[in-house]
């Protein structure tokens, strides 16, 4: 079974700065792609971040130059690090993954609980 643990979240002034982080622990064959999906009031979840197994990344338009996503392959964990947070970027985080758990299995999407972050003043 597979277990996506967030941290990092909270509330914070806009211009200011956090980082959420996503471990994740079970039987894993092996991670793919490792990404932050985002869910305003009302609105649908989308994608903020995403990053392969070999370093590639991928952000939203809303967020590029402002958010970098990383990964610790050693310690099976994501991160996102935010930088001058907006009002608009307040949400609940989802950590996701896509990953393998047995060699004769297919790859899955796996969610974490989701963390939230608040921008206001």
């Known amino acids: 079974q597979v277990q996506l643990v967030e941290s990092g979240g909270g509330l914070v002034q806009p211009g200011g700065s956090l980082r959420l982080s996503c471990a994740v622990s079970?039987?894993?064959?092996?991670?793919?792609?490792m990404g932050w999906y985002r869910q305003a009031p009302g609105k649908q979840r989308e994608l903020v971040a995403s990053i392969t197994s070999g370093g590639s990344t991928n952000y939203a338009d809303s967020v590029k130059g402002r958010f970098t996503i990383s990964r610790d392959n050693a310690r099976n964990t994501v991160y996102l690090q935010m930088y001058s947070l907006k009002p608009e970027d307040t949400a609940v985080y989802y950590c996701n993954v896509r990953a393998v758990v047995t060699a004769w299995t297919h790859e899955s999407d796996y969610w974490g609980q989701g963390t939230q972050v608040t921008v206001s003043s």
């Open positions: 079970g039987t894993i064959f092996s991670l793919n792609v």
